[in-house]
Each structure stands twice: as C-alpha cells, then as structure tokens.
C-alpha cells in the first residue's frame, strides 16, 4: 500500500502537519524534476499546432508557483511570525530578494523584461508595474503600523499580541495575493512561447539561489555577515575574472537572453 502524501503546512491535525521547510525542499525538487525539464522540452520542440505539448508544460509550471503561494498562506495562518521574516527553508541568497516572506512581485515583471519582448508586452509590464508600485507600499505601511502599535501598547503594558499576529497573518496573505495576481497577469499577457519563456526564467531563477555551486560563490564573497548584501549588489552581473562573481549562467538567465 502506498504511503500517504503528507499535508501541506498548516493543514492537518496537529502534529502531523508538515514543516514548511520539508515542504519547500519538495517542492523544489518537483520544480527541478520534473516541470523545468519538461517545460524545457517542449520549448525545444514547439510546434504551435493544437496538440503542442507547450502550454499544458507552462500552465504546470504556472500552477506549481500558485501552490507554493498557497502553502505559503496556510503556514501563515499557522506561524505569520516565521513567515513574515523568512523562514528557515530560505537560503543566504535568497533574503535580498525577499519581501514579507517571499520573493518581490517587481522581481516578476523584472524577469519578464529580460525577454525583449514586443511594445504590446512591455505595455502590459508597465501596468502590472504601476499596481505593484500602488499596493507594495500599502500592504507595507499596513505592517508598520501594526508594529507601531504594538510597539506603543508594549511599553504602555497592554499589548495584544493575539491582535498583532492576526495583523500580521493577513499581511502575509494580502502579500502573496499581489504575487499571485502578478504572475497570473504577466502570464495571460505573454501567453503561449512568451508565456513559456517567461516561466522558464522564473523557474531557473528560483533554482539558482539554491544551487550549491552558486552558493559556495556566494559564501566567498561573504566578508562579514553585515556586508554580504553590498558584496552581492556590487558583484551579481559583473562579468569580470574573480572568485567572486555570479554570472547570467549561474543566476539562471542565461538560456533567456539566448532564446
């Protein structure tokens, strides 16, 4: 008899729900193997006719960023703290790119811009970008000021710290409801190669900032645990000879620029 697949995190009976970090190594190594593989194939091998294996390998790829999204949230009803801050399944290289637990929606329309794509495109960029300059600050001035006063209600003796979980429980799902709906535009806006492209820089993305060669560059390039963010702004995309460097190949872009 097969073993049951264990619940996501946050679902579950307690103590038998399962740590988000688990979850986020499998959910990697799906990532990994099999959907970037096959995703990569039926690039290669796109035909455009009717039963093109392309958009069901993109919509895969596609549905696999909305469940970690999805998980993300039921380990925020269960721990918003951990979640808030980045929890402990993230690598060093990841923390730059973070905001309230997971990576900046900017980060998205950022990647899709590296496809050169059509003026029809970048227009579409460009107003997902204007929404996402509208609600980032939102959602973060809702936890500054939940901080805030909590922070007052601290030294005054009172504070709720119930309150100020709930608070920071529904900043977490408000945070990744803008990713959610950011990729879901960016996708529906490119649609079929684009699309695919598109998902495939995202996925190499995401790889790299826990491949182990990457991150072995990156701990030579650590002079201080208070300087690795400086060292990593400086270094990313030079293209210099050196121990510390990360190049295109290494951060995952490289086969986009090619295509």
Not at 139 to 155: G, I, M, N, T, Y
Request: hydrophobic share 45%; charged share 25%.
């Amino acid at each position: 008899m097969p073993r049951p697949r264990p619940p996501p995190p946050g679902r579950g009976p307690p103590g038998a729900r399962r740590p988000m970090r688990d979850f986020f190594a499998a959910w990697l190594g799906t990532l990994r193997s099999p959907l970037l593989p096959l995703l990569r194939r039926a690039l290669s091998s796109s035909s455009g006719s009717w039963d093109d294996p392309l958009s069901s390998a993109a919509a895969a790829v596609e549905a696999h960023f909305q469940a970690h999204w999805s998980a993300l949230d039921a380990a925020a009803r269960q721990d918003p703290a951990q979640v808030v801050a980045a929890g402990d399944w993230r690598s060093p290289l990841e923390l730059p790119f973070l905001w309230l637990g997971d990576v900046h929606p900017s980060l998205l329309t950022s990647l899709l811009r590296t496809l050169s794509p059509s003026p029809r495109l970048l227009a579409a960029a460009d107003r997902v970008d204007l929404r996402i300059r509208t609600s980032v600050p939102a959602v973060s001035d809702r936890l500054r000021l939940a901080q805030e006063a909590f922070v007052s209600a601290e030294v005054a003796g009172g504070a709720d710290v119930e309150a100020f979980l709930e608070e920071l429980k529904r900043v977490a799902l408000e945070a990744n409801r803008l990713r959610r709906g950011v990729l879901s535009e960016l996708v529906a806006a490119a649609g079929g190669y684009q699309a695919a492209l598109f998902l495939e820089a995202l996925s190499r993305f995401v790889l790299s900032m826990h491949d182990p060669e990457v991150l072995r560059r990156f701990d030579q390039c650590r002079a201080s645990p208070a300087s690795y963010w400086s060292i990593f702004q400086d270094k990313v995309y030079r293209h210099k000879e050196g121990p510390c460097i990360f190049g295109k190949q290494e951060m995952g872009l490289a086969s986009v620029e090619a295509a």
